[in-house]
């Protein structure tokens, strides 16, 4: 067996690890090799405690240890006697061996695929970078193989909610063409790779940088206005909520267990460096309607925001349905408000203005404040418009007014204090960005 401080060596490197360091504790409960010879391709899942993890590891000679491991130190999980391997049925034919996480691999990259899409075959693969909790391969462009790390038993949502949301005619979504699943468990899934797609995010900070730099005060007259895009992205997730509503069904909405949730994530922040007001959140909170006024509840994304949508030239293509990976899957799965959504990417609006002001010089940022929240105001408003207009979405909202208002801004809360905890976990340095936002939303 590979050793497990080896293991937990390689896990502890890894961006889509969530703990801090080598894991202290880590037991392989179960692992699967394919009988595909030299490289070898294996699977492991490991248990530290917290958590479940997928490694995919490719397994070869030393000798033959290849030239693109170069450069990926933490794709390298080390080099081991054969014994080491002869568990997973690799060990034949040499002395030692190096094992490695196999995404980087084309060789075994294509094997994965099939894996999926049994009929599917590729000649080129590249990892994409930036992800946190998953590795995407794209294949010549036109396919991508999303690779589940952190794994939880059954179906993993991402599958589950994009397959339901194409059934249910909801144009906006890559649709599944396979799965690798093993006892149940999701492994990774494969969808048409949106090519020429741009992010969200890094539109809006196309139009930002644009307005930053020209000094443009009124973001409607800016060249780089997104507005349009804000409106027309608002039409599409009430589309995309309409369709959750059609495929998973609605439900009574739950005011008390909203506030529960943003109350317990307050409670964490009582002390130093947040210093959160409790007091303040359970008064904001207390703005609640009830049930009867709160709207429906219905299966959401969980995890929106501008980083997982793409504009294509066909329109706004909706991506990740895994939900918050902080929040444990139950609550992931749970149904919410559609304005739960909303909130999320009302709140990317203003990372996106603040993350953008933070790129100029220093002495320049209080200048640009107004800028950013002009921008923010703009395409909050289109968003809104856009998403509002939708026939139908009324029916799963709370009525217009106090009530709506009331809703959504305690998921904007709920959010901005989930933001705080992940960036002093992660990015103390962004951490003044969602302070700011609850200091705003208690104020009123």
């Known amino acids: 067996m590979i050793p497990y401080s080896m293991l937990a060596g390689y896990l502890g490197r890894q961006r889509w690890y969530a703990g801090t360091g080598a894991p202290g504790t880590l037991t392989v409960i179960d692992r699967w090799a394919e009988n595909g010879g030299s490289p070898g391709l294996a699977r492991l899942l490991v248990d530290t405690g917290d958590a479940a993890y997928q490694l995919v590891l490719g397994v070869r000679p030393a000798a033959q240890r290849p030239d693109w491991l170069r450069g990926h130190d933490e794709a390298v999980v080390g080099e081991v006697e054969a014994a080491e391997v002869a568990d997973l049925g690799l060990a034949g034919g040499a002395d030692r061996f190096v094992v490695y996480d196999a995404v980087f691999d084309p060789e075994l990259a294509a094997r994965m695929l099939v894996q999926a899409v049994p009929d599917e075959r590729a000649s080129r693969v590249r990892v994409m970078g930036g992800e946190q909790s998953n590795t995407s391969l794209v294949f010549d462009e036109r396919l991508i193989l999303k690779v589940f790390r952190r794994l939880h038993e059954g179906a993993n949502p991402d599958v589950e909610v994009a397959a339901a949301l194409a059934r249910a005619g909801f144009d906006n979504v890559a649709e599944p063409l396979g799965v690798w699943r093993r ?247 962004w951490v003044e960005i969602p302070l700011a936002a609850v200091r705003r939303l208690l104020a009123g």
């Open 183 to 429: 006892a149940g468990t999701d492994l990774a899934v494969c969808t048409p790779y949106l090519a020429g797609a741009a992010e969200g995010w890094a539109l809006a900070l196309t139009s930002l940088r644009d307005m930053y730099a020209t000094a443009c005060e009124d973001p409607a007259q800016c060249g780089g206005d997104f507005g349009a895009e804000a409106r027309r992205l608002g039409q599409v997730t009430a589309g995309m909520h309409l369709a959750l509503a059609a495929a998973f069904g609605t439900g009574p909405a739950d005011p008390a267990g909203w506030a529960a949730g943003a109350q317990a994530q307050a409670a964490r922040l009582a002390g130093p460096p947040a210093a959160v007001d409790g007091d303040a959140v359970r008064a904001a909170l207390a703005r609640l309607p009830e049930p009867a006024a709160a709207g429906a509840s219905v299966r959401v994304h969980g995890d929106y925001h501008l980083g997982q949508v793409m504009r294509t030239d066909a329109g706004w293509y909706v991506l990740d349905f895994e939900g918050e990976p902080a929040r444990p899957p139950a609550e992931r799965r749970a149904t919410s408000s559609p304005l739960k959504d909303v909130a999320g990417l009302l709140r990317s609006f203003d990372y996106a203005a603040a993350y953008a002001r933070r790129e100029r010089d220093e002495a320049e940022q209080d200048a640009l404040a107004p800028m950013a929240r002009a921008w923010e105001a703009r395409n909050r408003t289109a968003f809104l418009a856009g998403y509002e207009a939708t026939e139908g979405i009324d029916a799963l909202l709370p009525a217009p007014g106090a009530h709506r208002a009331a809703v959504l801004a305690a998921f904007e809360l709920d959010k901005a204090l989930y933001e705080v905890l992940y960036e002093l976990a992660h990015r103390p340095d």
